[in-house]
């Protein structure tokens, strides 16, 4: 009689376990950059923050024309194929630092334009050092994301971030200036290379069958999340050149909070993505409660998200920037709403590029370009950071209706959230909770509100244990 072998690994337990690796290591990156934010607001001012986040939005918005989507493709194409992960990887990397020097070029010109000046372009300059490094390791990873050993990712972006913070306080306390703050995230972009290559041995490569499979395969996911990028990204650029750079500041501050809430849904993605590759392929009914899992997951993390930013978004912003930048609480009220959707939008939009479907997903994502770039065009130089935020919420509930109906029509799957009054009920005592005491530190009325929100949701029955049990595996 043959001895059992191991037990097969469920999808379930694979997500759960890269997730709770990730989670450990973005604890300390959310710490990171909160203190990061913190220091630079209160460093630099409205209008010197309003600045450098112009210039590191030029420098990323562009930068996905040095990814082209090729991370994607590699994660999606090695899911399928692993022992081709080491070619294609190093194919991807070399087209990727030559895509980068161009980025470059463009972001140096385009932050060229009067209205931004010549702060801007400096920075810009000086970013795309940690730029570049972060081209290598970034290719690098995407073995991480195929093996499923996203606790190794996490490791090297959670070093590079308390190194980045290390050289900010260094910075500011020596009182060297704009350009040093900066210049400072190189020493952290270094450090997040140095681990990934110390567990990634991959070379660039040159082999011209392989680009052109990359680049056919790319094409339609670069243009993808290109789009995606600049409808993030646009509506900042608008601003810098119809509102004071000031008001640029507020709005980035909120904005860049929103990009720190979604460390969470951003690391779940990161294990789902290459399960969804795989389940697309082979069953769709596994890759239907992958998904439904994953929403009910996100779903329940966005709707206290919305509740406790609606009441407590001024604190929150003080406590980020200090009373300079009081002025980003209505923004940062809309956009917390906005972030509730942005995960469960997201989720389906990576599912139809799991699925082959990215020129689905593209045409959506060029209509809330066009919806966005429109709203913000005709409403942002009049009414400013606010409507930009509104206009944010509206184009990401677009976004969710869009992905929702383009899963079921053409992925064949059944997108649903279970329970999902339960959630909105505890969300709403939670808020209800801690409206008494807004006005009181985050310290205190955060953890009462996720206490009161985790035992509401308890006693209505809105914990699934079915969806506990499949996280687990």
């Not at 919420?393 to 064949?412: C, H």
């Amino acid at each position: 009689m043959s001895a059992a072998g191991p037990a097969p690994r469920s999808p379930g337990g694979i997500v759960a376990r890269n997730t709770l690796a990730q989670a450990a290591g973005k604890v300390v990156v959310l710490g990171a950059g909160a203190a990061s934010i913190a220091v630079t607001t209160r460093y630099l001012g409205a209008a010197g923050y309003g600045r450098f986040a112009l210039a590191l939005a030029l420098l990323q918005t562009l930068g996905v024309l040095a990814d082209a989507g090729l991370v994607a493709a590699v994660v999606r194409e090695s899911s399928r194929a692993p022992q081709r992960t080491a070619q294609l990887v190093g194919n991807a990397l070399a087209l990727r630092l030559a895509l980068g020097v161009v980025v470059v070029a463009l972001a140096a010109a385009a932050s060229g334009l009067p209205a931004y000046g010549p702060d801007v372009r400096t920075a810009v300059l000086i970013a795309s050092a940690p730029f570049a490094l972060g081209i290598v390791s970034s290719s690098l990873a995407a073995v991480f994301q195929v093996r499923l050993q996203l606790g190794r990712a996490a490791v090297a972006d959670a070093a590079g971030r308390v190194a980045s913070l290390g050289a900010l306080l260094a910075v500011v306390a020596a009182d060297l200036g704009f350009a040093a703050v900066v210049a400072s995230a190189a020493a952290g972009a270094a450090v997040t290379l140095a681990i990934t290559a110390a567990f990634v041995r991959v070379r660039p490569a040159a082999d011209r069958a392989v680009w052109r499979e990359l680049a056919v395969t790319a094409v339609p996911l670069g243009l993808t999340l290109a789009v995606a990028e600049i409808y993030f990204r646009a509506d900042t650029f608008i601003l810098a050149l119809s509102r004071p750079v000031a008001e640029v500041g507020h709005y980035s501050l909120a904005y860049r909070l929103y990009e720190l809430l979604a460390l969470f849904p951003g690391i779940v993605m990161a294990s789902v993505f290459p399960l969804l590759s795989r389940q697309l392929a082979e069953s769709r009914a596994a890759a239907e409660r992958t998904l439904n899992a994953t929403a009910r997951a996100f779903w329940t993390l966005g709707a206290p998200l919305a509740a406790g930013g609606l009441v407590l978004a001024p604190e929150l912003a003080r406590l980020a920037g200090g009373d300079a930048f009081a002025a980003a609480a209505d923004p940062l009220r809309l956009l917390l709403c906005a972030a509730a959707l942005a995960y469960l939008s997201g989720l389906y939009g990576f599912a139809l590029i799991a699925g082959r479907r990215e020129r689905s997903a593209l045409w959506l994502a060029l209509t809330a370009l066009v919806a966005n770039l429109a709203l913000n065009a005709a409403l942002a130089p009049s009414y400013g950071a606010t409507a930009s935020a509104a206009i944010a919420l509206a184009s990401e509930a677009l976004l969710l209706a869009g992905g929702w109906l383009l899963v079921r029509r053409r992925l064949g799957l059944a997108p649903t959230v279970s329970g999902l009054w339960r959630v909105l009920l505890a969300a709403a005592v939670m808020a209800a909770a801690v409206w008494p005491l807004r006005d009181r530190t985050p310290a205190l009325t955060v953890p009462l509100g996720a206490a009161v929100y985790g035992a509401v949701l308890w006693a209505v029955g809105g914990v699934d244990r079915r969806t506990l049990e499949a996280l687990r595996g």
